[in-house]
């Protein structure tokens, strides 16, 4: 009994260092939402430390584990928390990830048996008990691997902000001839065509993505374009990675969508949904699932709003991303659009935003702008002031 007694203080103990020691550790007030290696080899070791004192009372060191955490994550003050999941959530996760302390008690509990017999036996030991002993352990570490990540993945209280992702309809763009009495533009290596309104009006704006802007601005409507300079768009993800504290490591692209350029990345995580998550995922199948919803953040323009249309083109790829942005005034209508593009062959690309406010809004000026897209690959200027980034335009005579 004192042994039960001993083992049931030392996994509780244990149970709670884990806990305590996580936000030192890894960073995080919850070991789940940092390093599961952390996590599940502490658990692990945890549960064969607490086996071991337990002797064959091993049977209570999960619960003593299980019940060492549960008052931490508790009765532990949360920093600054505003999302939080159900109990029963919380509990059942905690309870699959004390899979780990099952398959290391069980590991403490088979080890003296399968010595024993070794060297009672001479090397001659019961078959029946090294293959029970065996299986346990197996089972324990196989849900150990399984369910906790899946667990963690639907019912984590850092998840629970992407349960809002749905998928966006997607549609091929229908073919736009650009209408007469348009003006072709040269901004840099780009070219393109807008309306001759549009042309009028153009300020620049420089810094990390140097950017003109062209106006339209009436009585009974507002148009605007924005227009950047080609970039190497994986520069450009990883600086809005960095700004969440986020490498490249961090969300490296799983094998299903290695060899896909940004642009289909972006139309995956399109269609991607939380919804879409099975219980029977293959861990491929379930890697590439989190990764798009996770990644939709940073690669959808206006999260689950509106619709997509498409342009795969043999020099240029891109996705327009366009959604009613209602007006303040009950008079107008107004639409966003952003269209994504990326040169065939490498990471170069760039980005057109589109706003309209009139009364009866029209997607087909957008879509004749993206068509008459080009991208010429010619090196252009760094631009430090307003004024060179503007030199960059041109409207053809």
């Not at 692990?44 to 999960?62: E, Q, T």
């Not at 350029?261 to 991607?272: E, F, G, H, M, V």
Request: net charge positive; hydrophobic share 45%.
């Amino acid at each position: 009994m004192r042994r039960c007694l001993a083992g049931l203080i030392t996994g509780a103990a244990l149970g709670a260092a884990i806990w305590l020691a996580s936000p030192i550790v890894t960073g995080q007030h919850e070991p789940w939402d940092g390093s599961c290696v952390y996590f599940a080899a502490s658990l692990f070791a945890a549960g064969l430390l607490s086996g071991f004192v337990a002797g064959k009372w091993v049977w209570s060191v999960p619960f003593a584990l299980y019940f060492g955490q549960m008052a931490v994550m508790f009765l532990r003050p949360q920093p600054g928390a505003t999302e939080t999941a159900p109990f029963w959530a919380a509990a059942t996760l905690l309870a699959a990830y004390t899979l780990w302390v099952v398959a290391g008690a069980a590991l403490a509990f088979a080890l003296p048996i399968v010595l024993d017999r070794v060297r009672r036996r001479r090397g001659q030991f019961s078959v029946r008990t090294l293959l029970l002993a065996t299986s346990v352990i197996a089972l324990a570490l196989g849900l150990a691997f399984y369910l906790p990540v899946r667990l963690s993945w639907r019912f984590g209280k850092a998840n629970q902000r992407l349960t809002s992702v749905q998928p966006v309809a997607v549609r091929p763009m229908p073919e736009t001839p650009v209408p007469e009495g348009w003006v072709r533009c040269r901004f840099g290596p780009l070219q393109f065509d807008v309306p001759p309104e549009l042309a009028k009006e153009v300020r620049a704006s420089s810094g990390r993505s140097p950017a003109i802007c062209l106006y339209e601005d009436t009585d009974t409507s507002l148009r605007r374009v924005g227009i950047s300079l080609p970039t190497d768009l994986m520069d450009d993800l990883s600086s809005r990675l960095a700004r969440d504290n986020l490498s490249r490591a961090d969300v490296a692209v799983p094998a299903r969508g290695s060899g896909l350029s940004l642009i289909r990345l972006r139309l995956a995580c399109y269609q991607a949904s939380w919804d879409d998550f099975r219980w029977t995922m293959t861990e491929d199948e379930f890697r590439w699932h989190t990764w798009r919803v996770r990644m939709s953040r940073y690669l959808r323009s206006f999260g689950s709003d509106g619709w997509v249309e498409t342009i795969f083109r043999d020099d240029l790829e891109g996705l327009v991303h366009l959604r009613p942005n209602p007006s303040r005034d009950p008079r107008y209508v107004g639409s966003q659009a952003s269209f994504q593009w990326q040169a065939s062959g490498g990471n170069v690309g760039g980005h057109i935003s589109f706003t309209e406010l009139t009364a009866k809004p029209d997607p087909g000026w957008v879509r004749a702008v993206c068509q008459s897209l080009k991208y010429s690959g010619e090196p252009f200027p760094e631009c430090a002031t307003e004024d060179q980034v503007l030199a960059l335009f041109k409207v053809a005579e």
